[in-house]
Every structure is written in C-alpha cells, then in structure tokens.
C-alpha cells in the first residue's frame, strides 16, 4: 500500500526525523543516522569560541538527507528569526524547526513568540516545523502563520517520559490539516509507535537514540516502531471496551 | 585595535581582516557563519573586509542539536 509522506509539497522518504545531539562521538551518530533511515535531520546553531575550534558537522551527516536547523538558544521570535536567517545563509537551505524557549528547567517553548516568528519565516520562504505546547488554537494560529506542519511536544525534551501530551495530541490530529509531528520527550520505540498509533504523521527523536549503548540500534528498533505505528494508525485499531468479548465461540461445543 | 567578538572585548592587529580573524580562532571556515554588526557576511566577504576599530563580530557554526 502506497502511503505518501509529504511536508511543503516534497515528499519525505522516513516518517522518523532524528536529532543530531548527544551522540558519544560523530562516527555514531553517522552510523545512527544511516540506520535509521530518517531523511530530515536536525542541527543547531552555535558561538565558536575563540581558540576552541570546530570541526564540521554537517561533513559527518550522510549524503541525501534535509538539513533542518533548528533555532536552539532563541528565547524569543526576534532571536528564532535570526537564527534561522543565518542558517540559510550559511546554506542550510529553507527548512527550519523553530524553538523559542525561555524557561531553562522546563525546556517548554513559548507558543506566542513561536507563533511570531512562523509568520515572519514563512513569508521569507522558509518551510517552518514549529516545535510547540499542543494547544488546538495555537495549532491553528501556528497553520495560519504559513506553518509547514506543526510539532507539539510528547513530554519536556529529553525526558524519555513518552507521550504524556496524549488526548491534546490526538485532538491535534483530528482536527488539524497539517502533519503533526510529534516531537521531544518520546524515550523509548514504543512510545514512537504509540504516537503514530494516535495518528501523528511523524515523530522525532534525539536523546533516547543518542544516549542508548547502542544508537544505531535503538536508531533502527524507532525506525521499526514508527513503521508499525503507521500500519497500525492505517490499518485502524478496535475501539476499548470495558468488558470482555470472547475472540472464540462461546456456544456449541459443551453447551 | 579594540573588537567585540561574540560579545565579548577582543584586541586584535590593526588592518586585520574577517578571514585573518577566523584563522586565528581555529575554526573551520566551511562551518563558519559570520555577522559583522549584525548583519551575515557571506564567505566570499571574508578576506577582502577589513574590520574595524569597535565593529561588533558574531562567528557561529553548526553543531549537534536535535
């Protein structure tokens, strides 16, 4: 069964995105990128400090893949909006996940200042993925700034906790026609193919494959998650009920 | 002469230029972003733009980051 992945008009080979962070070296989380399939990648953006040096990140992520900065750091539209433009700049393209964080022990984005700064981006041209707090208004307010799909979080970023945002993700996806795709907090392959299971067109995932003993493994087992969650969401799941129902006949045999 | 650099005082040769500056940072200019008071400076800027006494210089780069 064909089932097309598209964001912006282009289509997208892997419904599961991954992070570039925390992986114990670049050889790594090359190996992860490779084995998870995922087509759209995420970077930051950073101050080289004098004399530390740098080497070159993007050298290091595989050929074919979308570069998608992100705009880690920015506290606010004006600094989201900065962010991103450098990044174009610098080559990296039209694509951008838009985070305005202020609060540093919560991580949790600022849906005003990531509502601003869509809308400044999208008229410039960027296809903009605004990782935000799933509020259905500010989902909308977010598709009619130019948003290319929308990213609610599942849990506070690098939490592993799952997708503890569940009925408001679930709303997202019913009443939204954009791609939700659901990002931070999913920890485990279970938790990615739970927010597929509730209809989200995609996840991604950083810290849970990165900080595994074995990142291009867990890589795979999400990338195996986010394909069965898919089916699954297709296919369509029974609804749950309160009582038992027999899967067997329950007459004709002794009775 | 006296810059900002990434926000912070730096003292640097007279005449110095933004590739000069790079160099002496040890960053790999493939990965380099630069704002030369706030605004990008594209690569192709970089050897012929000589800096100023008081210009205010951002050097970034991609990093890791999901």
């Known amino acids: 069964m064909e089932d097309i992945f598209k964001i912006a008009g282009k289509k997208i080979r892997s419904r599961f995105m991954l992070g570039t962070g925390k992986f114990p070296s670049d050889e790594s989380m090359t190996e992860a990128i490779k084995a998870s399939g995922a087509h759209v990648v995420t970077v930051a953006l950073r101050r080289v400090d004098a004399g530390a040096g740098s080497g070159n990140i993007l050298s290091h992520i595989p050929p074919g893949r979308i570069v998608m900065p992100n705009t880690s750091g920015a506290r606010n539209a004006a600094e989201a909006v900065r962010i991103a433009r450098l990044a174009r700049e610098a080559g990296a393209g039209d694509w951008i996940k838009i985070e305005a964080i202020p609060d540093n022990r919560h991580l949790l984005p600022d849906n005003l200042e990531t509502i601003k700064a869509t809308g400044v981006l999208a008229r410039e041209g960027f296809i903009v993925m605004p990782y935000f707090n799933p509020d259905l208004a500010d989902a909308r307010r977010l598709r009619d700034a130019g948003a290319a799909s929308v990213m609610p979080l599942g849990a506070p970023i690098g939490t592993n906790k799952g997708v503890t945002t569940r009925e408001l993700i679930k709303i997202l996806v019913s009443e939204l026609d954009l791609p939700v795709v659901v990002d931070a907090g999913l920890g485990r392959p279970s938790h990615a193919a739970e927010a597929m299971e509730l209809g989200a067109a995609a996840v991604l995932v950083n810290t849970a494959v990165a900080v595994s003993g074995d990142p291009a493994g867990m890589a795979e087992a999400f990338a195996l998650a986010v394909k069965a969650g898919r089916r699954a969401w297709l296919a369509g799941a029974g609804a749950a009920r309160e009582l038992a129902e027999a899967s067997s006949p329950l007459t004709g045999f002794l009775r | ?66």
Request: hydrophobic share 40%; no cysteine; proline share 3%.
């Open chain 2, 1 to 66: 002469m006296r810059i900002k650099l990434n926000g912070r005082d730096a003292e640097i040769k007279d005449g110095s230029t933004v590739a000069a500056l790079l160099r002496g940072m040890k960053t790999d200019p493939k990965s380099s972003l630069v704002e030369l008071n706030m605004k990008v400076l594209r690569p192709a800027g970089w050897k012929e733009t000589a800096l100023q006494d008081g210009d205010a210089v951002e050097v970034f780069s991609f990093v890791t980051g999901g």
